[in-house]
């Protein structure tokens, strides 16, 4: 059993215990659930720098990257900083995320919001939109055509974009439909854990311009967004090289900074 793999088993047990807990109609009752969202893609569109800064304490190749930094500090300076969206992760046991982090995140900044989780259930979108999320992810290589297809159409109803992830051709063509709004590839080999730009290049000419390109993993510098943007990419979703930082934000913004 490789690590996606355990993820999602254990991702399965999580929402079962949840769903007997807390149904989802509590969520209908919450805050966020009506609040209007804003576009990542949209923004991604009209920006020079397409940057997507995450808030991620570990991961299961790198262990702790920060256990230090605060989601508030992090969110409102990430918006200081310029950048386009951040992505929070939810997940607690692989990446010691939390749902709290993306109500604080929402609290503390405008920016949209990319909840970062491995959804396997309608139940985690409703979730998602009840905490404050404007964009969910939904990753190709755990998911069948028609959960795509659920998954994507539910989040559209609830006004939430859609970012879908693959890392591979086969994975992108099971997956291109139109209640996406942006394909996302993943340069990391969920398998292996190695990262090579290689991939977001040759996948770039297989997705249709209707989406927005985002490219994710491995980039850590100036060059490597140089290198892809002639390749379409839009958006860059860059976790590790902002947090493994004493000051992610800082970070941010001197990138952004180099970048323009």
Known sequence: MNILDKIVADKHKEVNLKKKLIPVEAFELLPFFDRKTTSLSKKLKSSHTGIIAEFKRKSPSKSIINNTANVEDVSFGYEKAGVCGMSVLTDEIYFGGTLDDLIIARENCNLPLLRKEFIIDEYQILEAKAFGADVI??????????????????????????????????????????????IGVNNRNLKTFEVSLETSKSLSKLIPNDFVKVSESGISTIEAIKELQPYGYQGFLIGENFMKTKNPSKSAEEFIKSLL
């Open 137 to 182: 992810l939904l990753i190709a290589a755990i998911l069948t055509k028609k959960e795509i297809k659920q998954f994507s159409e539910l989040a559209k109803s609830l006004k939430l974009d859609v970012l879908l992830e693959v890392h591979n051709e086969e994975e992108l063509h099971k997956s291109i439909m139109p209640s996406l709004d942006m």
